[in-house]
């Protein structure tokens, strides 16, 4: 059963949260039962890194080594690379931002991108688990090179080791999963995206949300919390 909306009114929704809590997990939930454009910035710095050498630009360039070594992006480079996602936020079906933004620039542009049109934030969903749990769903994290479904080696095993259900491919971990990276993403959460739930909890957005148990319990927690209103 789809969770009730606001009258008249596409779901507007920013998560929030530590490295490897489980955002993306709860995105894809959420995207499929709520119909929101999803947009993952780093999806989409993942992709470019993908597509290697000679097709991507300076600027990209330089975003996916910041990404390998585990520090966020410069402002302006995921700024751009919003603007030129712009349709995403007018999208009439709402959206689901995650990962983004991270800063508190980035958070003060998302404002303006979204003042001229009559379009509001409908909430700010910040997904709270202790930093051991969270080590343990990163380092666990596997994704397929061919269709990026996301598994896990102990809460989500594929059917058959390093081989992905839906379609065969090869496993992998990402760079930015090694231990040393994890660390610096960490401390990068705790500098410069901590400060948004401050900034979120002022503007009246933001709702806190365990990410312990199942990605389905979280998602029933999500809903009873923050989409039932
Ligand atoms: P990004 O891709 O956004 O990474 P992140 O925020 O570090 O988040 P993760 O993708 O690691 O984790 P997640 O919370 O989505 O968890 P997931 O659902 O996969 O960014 C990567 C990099 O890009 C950044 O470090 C930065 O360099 C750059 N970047 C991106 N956006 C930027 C921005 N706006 N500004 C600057 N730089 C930017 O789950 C993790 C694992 O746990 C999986 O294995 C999953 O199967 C498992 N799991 C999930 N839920 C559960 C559960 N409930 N129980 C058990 N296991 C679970």
Known sequence: MPPRQPFGQAWRIILLG???????????????????CHLSTGDVFRAAKGCGGSHISPAMQAAVNYMHRGELVPDRTVLNLVEERLRCLKCSGGFLLDGFPRTVAQAEAVEKLLAPQPLNLTVVLNYELPVEKIVTRISGRRICADCKRVYHVQTQPPKIAGCCDACRGKLFQRDDDQPECVQVRLAAYEHSTRPLIDFYTQRGLLINISAEGSPEEIYKRTRLLALTR
């Open 18 to 36: 530590a490295p490897g809590v489980g955002k993306g997990t709860q995105a894809d939930l959420l995207g499929e039962r709520l119909g929101c």
